[in-house]
């Protein structure tokens, strides 16, 4: 029976060719980039360099999901630490997601800004909303409501309470840390 070039278990049916022999599905999602890249051609020594270097993958780069307000903000409990997703959206600048540890956040807080403007010869009250991520050595702002709104209107009464459930989670999550 055909053996994996690389763990030896015996493969069957389920099997992934190269140029010395066969690998099997668990090697081969492994030594393929998670199925992303063919190994036909590559031989048996090119494979295992291939695992060498999935496996000394840097940790903690992972992110799991375990509570997420919108698209906004997501938390991972396990791993301790939030992502932002930055959405260009929410950021008004271009960001990739990034990720921090809980312990790296320093304060956050909602900040409103208010003004008065004449809209449709009414003198109205406006305001914007964000929350202001303090990290060890910068800052980040999530814009829930960049361009000036209307305050009494229910978009902004909606993004209100949402700012605030970032900040009380943040406060949470900081908190279980903790203890
Ligand atoms: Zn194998």
């Known amino acids: 029976m055909k053996k994996c070039l690389i763990c030896s278990t015996p493969v069957k049916w389920i099997k992934f060719k190269c140029a010395d022999g066969y690998v099997c599905k668990q090697c081969y999602e492994k030594v393929s980039a998670n199925f992303t890249q063919t190994i036909k051609t590559k031989t048996k020594e090119e494979l295992l360099a291939m695992l060498k270097d999935a496996q000394s993958e840097p ?6 999901i375990s509570r997420k ?19 260009k959206k929410y950021t008004k600048e271009n960001l990739k997601p990034e990720i921090y540890s809980f312990t790296e956040i320093s304060n956050c807080q909602v900040v409103e800004e208010q003004i008065e ?21 910068e800052t980040r702002e999530i814009w829930l409501i960049p361009n000036y709104i209307n305050r009494d209107s229910m978009a902004y009464k909606t993004m209100r309470s949402l700012a605030a459930n970032i900040v009380a989670e943040i406060k949470q999550s900081k908190e279980d840390v903790a203890c």
């Open 59 to 64: 940790a903690g780069t992972s992110f799991e």
């Open 69 to 87: 307000i919108n698209q906004l903000i997501f938390f991972d409990d396990k791993n301790q630490q939030i992502c932002l997703p930055n959405h």
């Open 117 to 137: 403007r004449l809209v449709k010869k009414k003198q109205q009250q406006l305001g914007s909303i964000k929350v202001v991520l303090s990290l060890e050595n």
